[in-house]
């Protein structure tokens, strides 16, 4: 999704006593968004359970209807997604219970990997997460958060539209790309924000199960976001994730622009995040506004009339006052 959602799930992932797995719907893709979408749900609900026996058949079904390479994510190898010969791997699995090897900065895992071994390990953790980004509805996630045999949260991340087009494109290509784009990314955004602001913030009995996070957010003061995720799901914010965090954010003049300078850090985070507003078109920033103009403005998200107000990267391109906007999605299953 390009919206950060790797380096937020990398707060679990790196976190010991977390059963962490990267993208488990892989096989199931993107799009169409409807496809075999109650099995992608029941993919989420098994693990949520730590129930891993009926993956191989959830996968192999989505794998004959998808056609997807298994090369990278090798779920139907291990049974278990992304968890060996690729740096997006599960590192509680090696760190933590033992069940895989590192050789040569590479986690290798047997194939496949004991499914009663790992619900062993995963009903010991402190609790699952889930970076899943191909399922495309929240409203889907509401049976899981109403099952009264898991205590489910969710975590949402969002991103201005304009920048995930960016980056989705690499400022390739013409209007029509840019338009495409921005279709595929607000076609889930505008319903999910419409849904989650009518249901899930209102809802007495989901309210406290949902958090919504701007990428922006995030990016400006990574150590305070870190520590209101952690306080959500129920967990304690250790030093040594502190620590990691400092160095997997900062720049690599770490002197100048380490986090332990805040103006330092802001300013070279500012930078980053206005990259696009450098190199995206006014045209193209005017057509993704259109296509998401109904959902911007509820995110903080503020519109560009000109092109001088585009490229003003001294003013923000996002509000900064509502606390409430830190409340491509992050499952956290607690026991």
Request: proline letters at 5%.
């Amino acid at each position: 999704m390009r919206s950060g959602s790797s380096i937020l799930g990398e707060l679990f992932n790196q976190r010991t006593d977390v059963t962490y797995l990267y993208e488990p719907v892989f096989p199931f893709d993107e799009r169409p968004c409807e496809r075999l979408y109650e099995d992608r749900i029941q993919v989420l609900r098994h693990i949520s359970r730590c129930e891993f026996f009926p993956l191989p058949a959830l996968y192999k079904k989505a794998y004959n209807v998808t056609n997807r390479n298994d090369i990278h994510a090798r779920c139907k190898i291990h049974n278990v997604c992304f968890t060996s010969k690729t740096q997006k791997v599960s590192h509680f699995l090696s760190r933590d219970a033992g069940m895989c090897q590192v050789a040569n900065r590479v986690q290798i895992c047997p194939e496949p990997l004991n499914a009663t071994e790992l619900s062993g390990y995963c009903k010991k953790s402190l609790l699952v997460a889930m970076k899943v980004i191909y399922v495309c509805k929240l409203e889907w996630i509401v049976p899981l958060l109403r099952d009264p045999k898991v205590n489910i949260k969710v975590i949402h991340l969002v991103r201005d539209p304009r920048a995930t087009t960016n980056s989705r494109t690499e400022g390739k290509g013409g209007i029509d790309v840019a338009k495409n784009a921005g279709n595929i990314i607000c076609e889930r955004l505008i319903p999910n924000v419409q849904f989650a602001n009518d249901v899930l913030m209102k809802d007495p009995t989901l309210r406290h199960k949902y958090m919504r996070i701007r990428h922006e957010d995030f990016a400006l003061d990574p150590i305070g976001v870190s520590a209101k995720i952690y306080d959500f799901v129920g967990i304690n914010f250790p030093d040594s994730m502190k620590s990691w965090l400092r160095k997997a954010t900062s720049s690599e003049n770490k002197d100048d622009l380490s986090l332990k300078n805040p103006q330092g850090t802001n300013r070279d985070s500012m930078a980053v995040l206005s990259r696009w507003r450098e190199s995206l078109s006014f045209e193209k920033v005017k057509a993704v506004q259109e296509i998401c103009k109904e959902v911007m403005p509820k995110l903080g998200y503020r519109l560009f009339n000109s092109e001088n107000e585009l490229r003003n990267i001294s003013k923000l391109h996002f509000t900064t006052k509502n606390a409430d906007y830190i409340f491509h999605a992050m499952l956290c299953p607690q026991f």
